[in-house]
Nanobody, 118 residues
Framework: QVQLVESGGGLVQPGGSLRLSCAASGILVSISNMGWYRQAPGKQRELVARISGGGSIAYAYYSASVRGRFTISRDNAKNTVYVQMASLKAEDTAVYYC?????????WGQGTQVTVSS
């Protein structure tokens, strides 16, 4: 059974930083395409960052809204994916979801709330 468990969310002031973690079980992050999505109230879920799996080189993709501020990474030994978020803005407020994509299979975590507010 595949499980993705996010952690690290919380309340942060504008300009602050947070690091979200996604601990995976039942699936290897090293060979899966792993992503972070977010969904703000009243909006559709959107891709924030993605890191490729299964190759000798990991390719990262970022949405335009977070490029230069967010960094996605993974620790294969811990089977965990991270997203380091810096220079946070109020518009980054959302529930952040971890996603694993392996072939035709797709899995989601339960989400973690990030609130950016003074």
């Amino acid at each position: 059974q595949v499980q993705l468990v996010e952690s690290g969310g919380g309340l942060v002031q504008p300009g602050g930083s947070l690091r979200l973690s996604c601990a995976a079980s039942g699936i290897l992050v090293s060979i899966s395409n792993m992503g972070w999505y977010r969904q703000a109230p009243g909006k559709q879920r959107e891709l924030v960052a993605r890191i490729s799996g299964g190759g000798s080189i990991a390719y990262a993709y970022y949405s335009a809204s977070v490029r230069g501020r967010f960094t996605i990474s993974r620790d294969n030994a811990k089977n965990t994916v991270y997203v380091q978020m810096a220079s946070l803005k109020a518009e980054d407020t959302a529930v952040y979801y971890c996603n694993a994509n392996l072939g035709s299979d797709q899995y989601w975590g339960q989400g973690t709330q990030v609130t950016v507010s003074s």
